[in-house]
């Protein structure tokens, strides 16, 4: 009998884990900021004691829901009040401006230097005499500004105008034909099974099929893959 309140608590904990992860926002890891990350912190383990609370399990679930609608009041007032999001999560810092390295900023982070050249390079800059600026973000993350001779170049900087993408909406996926994605394409399936009947491909045999918003068609048959050709053995 224990056994199965066990289930049907570890059932009820772990959905209202996900509508309450839903009301507050669901974020990447990286993405949280501190007072987030104690938060979901705290609800994870919080639903894991409801788990196995047999006695009492409202008082868990009280505690969830009182976690979450804090956090979801703050979130609310941070969207309002810049001296409150600042409070909560901080606010950018510059560890290097101009080219200059601003030790203070770095003792202030919790960064040692060795961490931020590790970053830079991750970032693709092996060297740190082709910055301008670095910051550290409020979510932990380092962002970087390189010397306006050593970014990417840009269509605009090479005066180019390039044309305008398109989005690819998948018609075909392993065979079966997206009715609604069709729809939104402008095309129905005997415009589909035309162009196929015109490529003389079967629909079994699609992998994958494509239409962008100006009608053109893309096709991937699902061919076999010899094993012979696979040059990562």
Request: with cysteine.
């Amino acid at each position: 009998m224990k056994l199965l309140q066990i289930a049907v608590t570890s059932l009820v904990s772990l959905l209202v884990l996900l509508i309450l992860t839903k009301l507050v926002g669901n974020r990447q890891l990286s993405e949280l900021n501190m007072f987030d990350y104690i938060v979901s912190i705290t609800i994870g383990s919080i639903a894991a004691e409801m788990a196995t609370e047999l006695e009492n399990p409202e008082r868990p679930l009280v505690a969830m829901v009182i976690y979450a609608l804090v956090s979801i009041i703050f979130s609310f007032a941070t969207s309002k009040s810049l001296t409150i999001r600042r409070l909560l999560f901080g606010q950018p810092v510059f560890l290097m401006k101009n080219g200059k390295l601003f030790r203070d900023n770095f003792q202030k982070s919790r960064l040692d230097l060795g961490e931020f050249l590790m970053q830079c390079r991750l970032a693709g800059y092996y060297n740190i005499a082709d910055l301008d600026s670095s910051i550290m973000e409020p979510n932990g993350k380092i962002s970087f500004l390189p010397l306006a001779d050593k970014r990417p170049a840009t269509p605009e900087d090479m005066q180019l105008k390039p044309q305008k993408d398109h989005v690819f909406i998948n018609v075909v996926l392993d065979g079966e034909v997206s009715k609604r994605n069709l729809k939104t394409a402008g095309w129905d399936e005997t415009a589909l099974r035309d162009r196929l009947k015109r490529e003389k491909v079967s629909l079994q045999d699609v992998f994958l099929a494509t239409l962008d918003t100006d009608g053109e068609f893309h096709l991937f048959k699902a061919d076999e893959f010899q094993k012979d050709q696979n040059f990562f053995d």
